[in-house]
């Protein structure tokens, strides 16, 4: 069956799904984004997705282009369209199509808005946890900004390349002080080998993953130690076990950091409970 992805107000055909040459979100990265996990049929944590969608916009001085039923009504339909189960949907609003200029246009300039839903195998997932995956590290190339979920993601697309070319899936970028920010499209974490659960407290270098945020509910609900603050790369090559987390990976096992085996080199205990308990944690729902 084709798919279909919405544009500005109506269900396009994959292959026609288009927006202006001049959109701004095309032209200068104006644009705003959100991933959504997709898990038989419901969504995972939408409410928290939402909410960030709308701090991002707010962020560039940009509006909720529609009400938050409106966007569901229009996430709901996008799915049954495509006859997505597992997967996810990728929200895109953009400030819309204007003669380029870096001046902002104005209020009469109507935002663009792409929703798309796309399926995943949830097996091909687990497989990979299984298993557990390899990380590179770099310096932070990106700007000040990594709180805002932008479409500007140039640094993360050669970063991750570059991770790929060096057969690591990941990679984690560091900031001035050679501790770790977060992931090129993931959020960091490391178990320490006193068994502490460590991740960056929220600042402007790392999005505020909402994978994040549940995985903390789950690590508190499971009653394990959790501490939120900056950790070192040396602390990382040392530490009793490494994971990422994200909307497309839920919980994944780091087990190589670079040339350094992490723990016993296989997935860590910790990681594998959060993994497993994430769903029923984090908030699922219907739209
Ligand atoms: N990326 N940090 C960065 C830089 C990210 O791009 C992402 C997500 C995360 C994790 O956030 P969340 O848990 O809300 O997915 C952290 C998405 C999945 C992407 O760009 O495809």
């Given at each position: 069956m084709s798919r279909v992805i919405y544009v500005n107000g109506r269900y396009q055909p994959y292959a026609k799904a288009a927006v202006h040459a001049e959109d701004r979100g095309f032209q200068f990265a104006d644009a705003v984004y959100e991933v959504i996990e997709v898990s038989g049929g419901k969504l995972v944590d939408a409410r928290r997705h939402l909410e960030r969608l709308a701090r991002s916009l707010g962020e560039i001085s940009m509006p909720m282009p529609m009400s938050e039923g409106a966007l569901r009504q229009i996430m709901s339909e996008t799915l049954r369209r495509n006859r997505v189960r597992d997967g996810l949907i990728y929200i895109q609003v953009t400030r819309g199509a204007a003669p380029r200029d870096f001046a902002l246009p104005g209020p009469d300039v109507p935002q663009s808005v792409i929703v798309l839903a796309r399926r995943q195998v949830r097996a091909a997932s687990d497989a990979l946890a299984e298993e557990g995956i390899a990380i590179m590290t770099m310096r932070d190339p990106r700007w000040a900004r990594s709180d805002i979920k932008t479409v500007m993601l140039l640094p993360a697309v050669l970063a991750k390349a570059e991770a790929k070319r060096q057969g690591a899936r990941e990679v984690w970028f560091t900031d001035e002080n050679g501790a770790v920010t977060e992931g090129g499209s993931s959020n960091a974490w490391i178990v320490t080998p006193s068994g502490k659960i460590v991740t960056r407290a929220?600042?402007?270098?790392?999005l505020p993953g909402i994978t994040r945020a549940s995985a903390m509910d789950t690590a508190r609900h499971l009653q394990l130690q959790l501490e939120e603050r900056a950790f070192t790369l040396k602390e990382a090559y040392e530490a009793a076990e490494a994971f990422i987390t994200s909307a497309t990976n839920t919980v994944m096992p780091v087990v190589r950091i670079d040339d350094r085996l992490i723990g016993s080199g296989r997935p860590g205990p910790v990681a594998r409970q959060l993994r497993h308990a994430f769903h029923h944690i984090a908030e699922i729902s219907a739209l």
């Open positions: 929220l600042d402007n270098r790392i």
